[in-house]
């Protein structure tokens, strides 16, 4: 079983929308991560949390919001949803100390038509 | 700022070595990271390097790390085709866990 899931893998849907894209984690990492992806522009940060009481925005927070319901589950949401949120959403996982390795789920290609 | 760069396309032919370059920003960054991105799939970490190393070596990958000029790269050793990929290098600045990416290099191995 994988330890980071996503969910849904693919979604499409309309401008103006309400999407919640789902991450859950069985690795026991306090901290969790959302990136996302675009064609040649790597990964950016959008929103992280170290503790279920800590959420913290990231470099591009703006249009987005993030839920961590438990230790194990983050989501993420877009409350009207806009075109240029079109690409691949990333939920990521450490835990703390260490080398901060993070651990990756397979992503959610979101289009937004 | 923050920013981490690297080449965006590399080819070679099965069996050569692959070095892919990148450079940094930040050197209160503690740690320096090599991610694999196969398509289809999220990033797996593949390596990492403290700051204070210059090399690190396992199996066929090597990191070198020059603090100095900001420059980390990685090189693939005997390289095959399972190894095309896009290849991601990360820092760590301010030991913040908050990694910032490069924009990626793909990697493409011929037969």
């Known amino acids: 079983d994988a330890d980071v899931t996503q969910t849904p893998r693919n979604r499409i849907t309309k401008t103006g929308k309400r999407i919640m894209l789902e991450c859950s984690q069985t690795?026991?990492?306090?901290?969790m991560y959302w990136y996302r992806q675009d064609p040649g522009l790597g990964l950016q940060l959008i929103y992280y949390s170290f503790d279920v009481k800590d959420i913290n925005k990231g470099e591009i927070s703006d249009g987005y919001s993030v839920s961590r319901q438990a230790q194990a589950k983050f989501s993420l949401s877009l409350e009207s949803a806009i075109p240029n949120q079109t690409a691949l959403y990333f939920c990521?996982?450490?835990?703390?100390?260490?080398?901060?390795?993070?651990?990756f789920g397979p992503g959610t290609r979101l289009t937004v038509l | 700022g923050e920013d981490v760069e690297q080449s965006l396309f590399l080819s070679v032919r099965e069996g050569d070595s692959s070095v892919i370059n990148c450079t940094y920003t930040?050197?209160?960054?503690?740690?320096l990271y090599w991610y694999k991105q196969e398509p289809g799939a999220g990033l797996q970490l593949l390596t990492y390097i403290f700051s204070n190393m210059d090399m690190k070596q396992d199996q066929r990958l090597t990191v070198l790390l020059n603090k100095k000029d900001k420059h980390l790269s990685l090189r693939i050793a005997d390289t095959q085709t399972g190894d095309s990929a896009i290849y991601f290098c990360?820092?760590?600045?301010?030991?913040?866990?908050?990694?910032?990416f490069g924009s990626g290099t793909r990697l493409l191995v011929r037969p």
């Open positions: 990360a820092e760590d600045p301010d030991s913040s866990y908050k990694l910032i």
């Open positions: 690795k026991g990492h306090d901290r």
């Open positions: 990521a996982t450490s835990t703390s100390g260490g080398s901060n390795e993070q651990f």
């Open positions: 930040d050197s209160s960054s503690t740690y």
